[in-house]
């Protein structure tokens, strides 16, 4: 959902438990991994580094996670602890449930004003409940199903924990790489052109006041 639609709510809850638990659960754990010489393994997000309207708490939740751990693997090189970071794409999870979109979406339009759902009108609201809502959070007009088969997650992990030579990054999920290397490469401009087309119709609706 757009910014401007978006409870300031969701955004605390999101980088609460996506976040700040990343932080909370490392920092706790930390003396027992320095004492073993383990290894930390934070999982993110593709979303935590590409930018896709509709996903700012989300992505901004996950965008944290990513500097964090890149900062704590820079930080923990002193005790010899290997940190890496796995930023899976497309897969089912409890966030993604249609009884999980629904509330989000009731409660969007629940702290929504008159003037507001005035501006955008009924059919982008409409749009997106259909494309987005029901369709259990899918992203991109690629993105036919979700994906509910974790076995390359869990080798990303397992590689992760188990390599002598980790890496620092792990992108997970069909068309991840893809993604990532666009978001790297393209320059903005084309960037925000391209995104739309790849994105679900309710992106294109616009507002009927404008």
């Known amino acids: 959902m757009d910014i401007e639609l978006t409870p300031m709510h969701m955004y605390q809850e999101m980088i609460q438990v996506n976040c700040l638990g990343v932080v909370r659960t490392t920092k706790t754990f930390l003396p027992l991994i320095r004492k073993t010489t383990g290894r930390i393994v934070n999982i993110s997000s593709t979303y935590g580094r590409v930018a896709l309207m509709g ?3 989300y992505s901004i939740s996950k965008a944290g996670v990513e500097m964090f751990t890149d900062i704590l693997r820079q930080e923990m ?3 010899d602890i290997k940190v890496s970071l796995v930023e899976p794409y497309g897969y089912v999870t409890a966030t ?3 009884d999980k979109m629904q509330v989000a979406y009731k409660s969007m339009m629940d702290n929504l004003s008159v003037d507001i759902r005035q501006l955008y009108g009924t059919q982008y609201f409409e749009t997106y409940h259909a494309e987005v809502v029901q369709q259990e959070g899918k992203a991109l007009r690629s993105m036919e199903s979700l994906s ?8 990303c992990v397992r590689d992760a924990l188990l390599s002598k030579r980790p890496q620092a990054r792990y992108p997970d999920g069909s068309g991840a790489r893809i993604m990532m290397w666009i978001a790297d490469h393209l320059p903005d401009t084309v960037l925000d052109s391209c995104l739309p087309y790849i994105l679900p119709d309710w992106v294109r609706i616009h ?4």
């Open 55 to 57: 996903m700012s708490a």
């Open 77 to 79: 090189k002193k005790w």
């Open 96 to 98: 993604t449930s249609v």
């Open 148 to 155: 509910d088969n974790y076995r390359f997650l869990c080798r």
């Open 207 to 210: 507002p009927t006041n404008s």
